[in-house]
C-alpha cells in the first residue's frame, strides 16, 4: 500500500513536535526531577531496612542514583545457597555468580532491583532477605 509509509512519515514528525514542545516546556525536565525523588525514595527505604538486617552478614554502598543495588556477603554466607533459600521464601534476588563466569575470591554478592517495588514489598522482601540470610550460613 502506497499511502502506508506517507502516513506513518506524517505520523512520525507529529510525534517529533509533539517531543520537541514536551522538552522546550520544560516538561521533560520536571518529570525527570520526579523520577530522581520517586528512586531515590525508593533506594534509601531499601538501604535503611538493609542496615536492619547487618548483622546478617550483608553490607552494601550506597549508589547515588540507578535502580539497583548491589551487596557484599561476608564469607561465611552461601551465596548459592541464599539465591535458593530466598527463592524458595517467594523472593527473586540476584546472584552475583551470575556475573562472573570466572568467578571469583571472597564473599559473595547479591544484586537487589527496586525499580518495580512498593515500599511494603520492600520492607517485606528485606524481611525474607533476613531469613534466608539466617539459613544461608556455612
Same mark, same amino acid.
Given at each position: 500500500?502506497?499511502?502506508?509509509?506517507? +502516513?506513518?512519515?506524517?505520523? %512520525?514528525?507529529?510525534?517529533?513536535? $509533539?517531543?520537541? /514542545?514536551? #522538552?522546550?516546556?520544560?516538561?521533560?525536565?520536571?518529570?525527570?526531577?520526579?523520577?530522581?525523588?520517586?528512586?531515590?525514595?525508593?533506594?534509601?527505604?531499601? @538501604?535503611? @531496612?538493609?542496615?536492619?538486617?547487618?548483622?546478617?552478614? #550483608?553490607?552494601?554502598?550506597?549508589?547515588?542514583?540507578?535502580?539497583?543495588? $548491589?551487596?557484599?556477603?561476608? !564469607?561465611?554466607?552461601? /551465596?548459592?545457597?541464599?539465591?535458593?533459600?530466598?527463592?524458595?521464601?517467594?523472593?527473586?534476588?540476584? &546472584?552475583? +555468580?551470575?556475573?562472573? &563466569?570466572?568467578?571469583? /575470591?571472597?564473599?559473595?554478592?547479591?544484586?537487589? @532491583? +527496586? %525499580?518495580?517495588?512498593?515500599?511494603?514489598?520492600?520492607?517485606?522482601?528485606?524481611? #525474607?532477605? %533476613?531469613?534466608?540470610? !539466617?539459613? %544461608?550460613?556455612?
Amino acid at each position: 500500500n502506497l499511502g502506508k509509509p506517507a +502516513f506513518y512519515k506524517r505520523l %512520525s514528525m507529529e510525534i517529533v513536535k $509533539w517531543l520537541n /514542545e514536551y #522538552i522546550e516546556r520544560g516538561y521533560y525536565q520536571t518529570h525527570i526531577g520526579h523520577l530522581v525523588k520517586h528512586y531515590a525514595h525508593k533506594r534509601d527505604l531499601l @538501604c535503611q @531496612c538493609l542496615d536492619g538486617i547487618a548483622d546478617k552478614g #550483608i553490607t552494601y554502598t550506597k549508589p547515588r542514583g540507578g535502580l539497583l543495588l $548491589w551487596c557484599d556477603l561476608e !564469607e561465611r554466607i552461601n /551465596e548459592r545457597r541464599l539465591y535458593h533459600e530466598a527463592e524458595s521464601r517467594g523472593l527473586l534476588i540476584m &546472584p552475583g +555468580f551470575l556475573f562472573y &563466569p570466572k568467578g571469583y /575470591e571472597g564473599g559473595g554478592h547479591v544484586r537487589l @532491583c +527496586f %525499580s518495580n517495588i512498593s515500599d511494603a514489598d520492600i520492607e517485606r522482601g528485606v524481611q #525474607i532477605l %533476613s531469613e534466608a540470610l !539466617e539459613h %544461608s550460613v556455612e
